[in-house]
Nanobody, 126 residues
C-alpha cells in the first residue's frame, strides 16, 4: 500500500524560501508520476508541479520559475523547492501519485492522482 507523508511547511515572509519533502513507501517514487497540489480552505486542490517517472517536469503558470520539483528514487522522497514565496502561495500542500501506474503527459488535475498525504501547511506573510 502506498503511503505518503509531507513535511517542511512553515511560516515565512514574502520573498523567502522553503523546501517541502514527501516521504514515500519504498518503490513509490520510481514507479509513479508524482505531483504536488495545494489547497486553500473551501477551494479545490490546485495542481502546481508534476514529475514523471522519466524525470520530465510540468508546472502551473502560478509557480513556474519559482518552484522546482525533484525526486530521489533511492531515498523514496519527492521534493518541492519554493523560492520567492508570495502571500498567495499560502495553502496546505499535498503530494500524490498518479492513479495509472506511471502514466505520462498527465493533466495536473486531482482526478488523475491518488494516495494523498496528510498535507503540510505553508503560510507566507507580507
Amino acid at each position: 500500500q502506498v503511503q505518503l507523508r509531507e513535511s517542511g511547511g512553515g511560516s515565512v515572509q514574502a520573498g523567502e524560501s522553503l523546501r517541502l519533502s514527501c516521504a514515500a513507501s519504498p518503490g513509490t517514487i520510481g514507479r509513479y508520476s508524482m505531483a504536488w497540489f495545494r489547497q486553500v480552505r473551501q477551494k479545490g486542490r490546485e495542481g502546481i508541479a508534476l514529475i514523471g517517472t522519466d524525470g520530465e517536469t510540468k508546472y502551473a503558470d502560478s509557480v513556474k520559475g519559482r518552484f522546482t520539483i525533484s525526486k530521489d528514487n533511492t531515498a523514496n522522497t519527492l521534493y518541492l523547492q519554493m523560492n520567492g514565496l508570495k502571500p498567495e502561495d499560502s495553502a496546505m500542500y499535498y503530494c500524490a501519485t498518479d492513479r495509472y501506474g506511471g502514466a505520462r503527459n498527465l493533466v495536473l488535475h486531482p482526478t488523475n492522482f491518488e494516495n494523498w498525504g496528510q498535507g503540510t501547511q505553508v503560510t507566507v506573510s507580507k
